[in-house]
């Protein structure tokens, strides 16, 4: 039987960047051919560092969908765990190795019994940096008989208590958008601002403006965030500077919305650009994280099971900010994305953030419950 908290911390000590899961990727393929081993209704097929794993059912009439994403952070671990990370300047603080042990957990217990409808377990990479939903997506991976009916995942939450799932019928996650703006100017010395052409103050001059979107572009009743959280000018006090770098991000809980901001800062940059007679490039980038929009439906049918379970407090929560390639499937796919409460102080991404563990067990039981129930 799979030792989840030996399997979460073996993970934890091993993260790495999203399509670079290399020692992660052989990990889950021994567990995984570990847990499938003498079981002729599975079949396993990967992408680079992507698995998919197929449970063929005895009378399929639909296809279920489970989604883990396998990738960490780039930040050097502070819990001061004696299983903390392996690899200098990486860490799975966004939990991504509690989901990889709840995936081979229901894994494990739909196993038992073959299914009467098919079973897909997808374990993606590159969830924090490259979309890699959407590039396994492309690369025809779920396609024909991988292809799921309905597509299920779920991601854990650090101010949720062990026994809390928290979910909604609409959208789930906010849209968002990877923005990188440079203004190309003249330099010259501080002394003969006459002489350049200041693309620091240019800069300085979008930053303040595309604060005009929320409050006057996005309607007050959907809401929208604009942060820039990098800029870079110059080299020292007494040069003007040449070039500008902004980056920032957008995040927006419709599509339309997360449109309509990008179209804004692009005619703001562009605007400004003219205004001081510089040049800019304008570089937004979406991909695949698109808002993650539960399908009210399958949504209902999920939250009325999890209202009913023994031991799950249900939560009919708010979207949040924070961005998830899921929503690029769910996009594709009609699905169900949920919280799971994970009782830390600590907030994901973080370099502290440590889960309960007591998750596990509890997540893979409730998990594999309701899976049983659509799977037959």
């Known amino acids: 039987m799979l030792d989840l908290i030996a399997t979460r911390r073996d993970l934890h000590q091993i993260p790495e960047i999203g399509l670079e899961e290399f020692e992660t990727h052989a990990y889950l393929m021994a567990k995984i051919a570990e847990l499938t081993k003498g079981k002729s209704f599975v079949s396993i097929k990967t992408w680079q560092t992507g698995i998919v794993v197929k449970l063929t059912g005895t009378a399929p009439e639909k296809t279920i969908g489970w989604r883990t994403d396998i990738d960490g952070l780039p930040i050097i671990e502070d819990t001061g765990l004696d299983f903390k990370s392996r690899h200098e300047g990486r860490m799975h603080a966004c939990g991504h190795d509690m989901h990889m042990t709840l995936a081979l957990g229901v894994l494990e217990q739909l196993l038992v019994t073959q299914p009467k409808q098919n079973l897909i377990f997808l374990f993606q990479p590159a969830e924090e940096n490259e979309a890699g939903g959407m590039l396994m997506y ?46 190309k100017g003249t330099g010259g010395h501080a002394a003969f601002p006459h002489h350049a052409n200041d693309a620091l103050v240019a800069a300085s001059y979008f930053i303040t403006q595309v604060q005009t979107i929320v409050s006057r572009n996005v309607d007050p009743i959907e809401g929208a965030v604009v942060t820039f959280g990098s800029m870079h000018a110059g080299t020292t006090n007494n040069v003007i500077s040449e070039t500008a770098y902004l980056h920032g991000t957008i995040r927006t809980l419709t599509q339309e919305m997360n449109d309509l901001t990008q179209k804004r800062i692009r005619e703001i940059a562009q605007g400004i650009a003219t205004s001081f007679d510089l040049a800019v490039e304008i570089d937004l980038r979406q991909g695949g994280y698109l808002p993650v929009e539960n399908n009210p439906a399958l949504a209902e049918e999920l939250m009325t099971f999890f209202d009913q379970a023994e031991g799950v407090n249900l939560i009919d929560i708010a979207p949040a900010m924070t961005g998830e390639d899921f929503g690029y499937l769910l996009s594709k796919i009609p699905g169900v994305m949920f919280w799971l409460g994970i009782d830390t102080p600590y907030a994901l991404h973080h370099p502290k953030m440590s889960p309960d563990e007591a998750a596990l067990a509890f997540g893979v039981k409730q998990i594999s419950n309701f899976i049983k129930t659509k799977a037959g």
């Open 138 to 183: 492309e690369a025809g991976m779920l396609d024909g008989a991988f292809r799921p009916d309905e597509f299920y995942g779920l991601h854990v939450r650090p101010d949720l208590k062990v026994g809390d799932i928290a979910t909604n019928t609409s959208t789930l996650f906010a849209g968002t958008c990877e923005v990188k703006v440079s203004f």
